[in-house]
């Protein structure tokens, strides 16, 4: 993933943390991580990354409560750096608009049991490409009906 590429900044801003838990679990302590940051740095910066990667142990998380499991609806607009609306706002104020406090359907649409989580999904143009190649490459190639005469 390139620093430049068409994906939410979040997700760009997280990519390099990302990498220094990876390293962090793989690696079992400070020296192993140390001998194999360096790989993973040169790789960021041609991506256009230029944090440096510190180490973190990993914790282990002891909770004996259970946790209570919430009945969430996701709302996953395909994201781009092209548009300026705020679609998530937007569609959070109509989720408040059309369903206030006093209507019956309240409990299940409201805007803390729907969340909105923009989707990095392939553009159309790679997808078509894809789709092209794997029908032109199959060895059976394309069905083509026959005529009865």
């Known amino acids: 993933m390139n620093a430049n590429s068409n994906h939410p900044p979040v997700l760009l801003k997280r990519v390099p ?4 838990k990876h390293i962090s679990h793989i690696s079992s302590d400070e020296t192993e991580f140390n001998k194999a940051k360096d790989f993973y740095e040169n790789a960021l910066k041609k991506s256009g990354f230029n944090e440096p990667l510190t180490y973190c142990p990993i914790q282990e998380n002891d909770d004996s409560k259970p946790k209570r499991k ?3 609806l996701w709302f996953n607009p395909p994201f781009s750096k092209n548009v300026r609306t705020y679609v998530g706002r937007t569609f959070i104020s109509l989720v408040k608009k059309h369903f206030p406090p006093h209507h019956k359907l309240y409990k299940i649409f409201n805007k803390n049991s729907m969340k909105v989580s923009y989707s990095c999904m392939s553009n159309i143009d790679s997808i078509i490409k894809s789709h092209n190649s794997t029908i032109m490459n199959s060895q059976e190639g394309p069905q083509v009906p026959k005529k009865n005469m």
Not at 17 to 20: L, N
């Open 70 to 72: 919430r009945n969430i």
């Open 17 to 20: 943390k990302m990498i220094e």
